[in-house]
């Protein structure tokens, strides 16, 4: 269990606030580049860290990331003219360009210097992956966006979708790198149909199902930390899921036994305190995907990880407004009890959902003072030992947040290996876990 204070110190992301401080030195994704999908196009509202923002495509086709409040009144910028390279408040036509300079203070008298004492909170963005990234800190210079895996691949390689979680970060990452939960939440009652169906996940679901209790073991790195998980596949060998964990919330869950095979994971990003948007990527790095495999992923409820836009609720213009899914704890998440006795262990259908359901009903901020761990939570107190750790480092010495300096450390990916019980599951999978540059 952690103490309130460390709780607090995990969870709270607004500016001042230790985290806070801490993930501000790192790039955040922050919308897909066709949320903003041409020059003069409409602002859009986003919710970052705590943060009220205005996100736009300025004449150019630069992106602009200002605060939402005009430093005149107060006035939404969401309601701004999009126009001649920058964004023009309603109220009184003060105009602000993407570095959040003001341009033209029209009802000012024209031989005022007013406008160069003026300035809105602006903060730098990149786009690569079909991904607007923002950051959000002053350091100088600006560091390097992380070299993820899927992040350099070709964009036929990768597909990306986004759902709002109306919880904490911290406990929607750390259901991501629980590797015991799904022998249990995610399981089926008969997993012998997938099996006898050549399910591409057979020996997944024959393999987890036959061991619920997995031993844990995890490996500290400069950019994050490597689970390992252990079920017995045989007298003789170990079935190891390896997941990456990668700070400040990216994980990368455990992949396939086939070395080709397709890799998913997710970024855990904080809106605020109690808010969560969870990224969820697939990849593969030696081909494109294949045309049926991403119409899965567009499927709903079939999708997997991914939650498909039949999924969302209607389209607002709040804050990952397109992205709030139509299962939420005020229906239960579409719960099916007679398919939870017949079929599924939790009775809920769609996969992604399934995670977002528990970890939106532990409430908006889960009180860790009262949890009881196990020897199945060693990733979970590994990483939190991490993240407070350098919260920590930074706070007492400067000491640069771990990855943040190095981007190409986050080239690395996740994997499956059935290996003898002798043998070094880091060692044997250090191939598997690297990708070449």
């Not at 999908?37 to 990331?65: Q, W």
């Not at 400040?248 to 808010?275: F, K, M, R, S």
């Not at 990527?281 to 030696?286: E, K, L, P, Q, S």
């Not at 990952?320 to 398919?339: C, F, H, M, S």
């Amino acid at each position: 269990m952690l103490t309130t204070t460390d709780n607090q110190t995990l969870c709270r992301v607004g500016q001042g606030t230790p985290m806070g401080t801490l993930l501000r030195h790192y790039w955040h994704p922050m919308i897909l580049s066709e949320e903003l999908p041409g020059p003069d196009c409409e602002p859009l509202r986003v919710k970052l860290l705590g943060e009220n923002l205005i996100a736009y495509r300025d004449s150019f086709g630069t992106i602009g990331l200002m605060a939402e409040a005009c430093p005149h009144r107060g006035a939404s910028m969401f309601f701004g003219r999009n126009e001649e390279a920058g964004l023009r408040c309603v109220y009184h036509g003060w105009k602000f360009d993407s570095t959040g300079a003001c341009t033209d203070m029209p009802n000012e008298p024209a031989e005022s210097n007013f406008k160069n004492k003026v300035r809105i909170q602006a903060y730098p963005c990149r786009e690569r992956a079909g991904i607007v990234w923002a950051y959000l800190g002053n350091e100088t210079p600006i560091p390097e966006l992380p070299d993820l895996a899927w992040a350099v691949l070709p964009a036929e390689n990768v597909y990306i979708s986004k759902r709002w979680q109306s919880c904490n970060w911290v406990q929607a990452y750390e259901g991501g790198i629980d590797s015991s939960h799904v022998g249990f939440l995610h399981s089926k009652l008969h997993p012998e149909r997938a099996i006898a169906a050549n399910e591409s996940d057979a020996t997944f679901t024959r393999l987890t199902h036959a061991d619920r209790t997995p031993h844990f073991e995890v490996v500290d790195t400069d950019y994050g930390v490597v689970v390992g998980a252990r079920r017995t596949a045989d007298r003789d060998a170990y079935y190891w899921r390896i997941t990456q964990f990668m700070y400040p919330y990216y994980t990368c869950i455990a992949g396939p036994l086939d070395p080709a095979g397709n890799i998913g994971g997710h970024a855990w990003v904080p809106q605020d305190d109690e808010n969560t948007m969870t990224w969820s990527i697939t990849w593969n790095h030696t081909r494109p995907l294949r045309e049926q495999e991403v119409e899965r992923m567009k499927s709903y409820p079939g999708g997997g990880i991914h939650v498909g836009r039949a999924g969302m609720q209607p389209k607002t213009s709040a804050p990952g407004g397109a992205w709030r899914p139509q299962l939420t704890i005020d229906n239960n998440y579409g719960v099916d009890y007679e398919l939870q006795r017949s079929t599924l262990f939790f009775g809920v259908e769609q996969f992604g959902m399934q995670d977002q359901a528990i970890q939106e009903t532990m409430g908006p901020i889960y009180d860790r003072t009262g949890e009881r761990l196990g020897s199945a939570d060693t990733a979970i107190i590994a990483v939190r030992r991490g993240l407070l750790r350098a919260v920590h480092d930074l706070q007492a010495r400067g000491t640069q947040p771990p990855g943040v300096a190095r981007p190409a450390s986050y080239r690395v990916r996740s994997a499956s290996i059935i290996i003898p019980k002798a043998a070094s599951w880091f060692e044997a999978a250090q191939e598997r876990l690297t990708v070449p540059v």
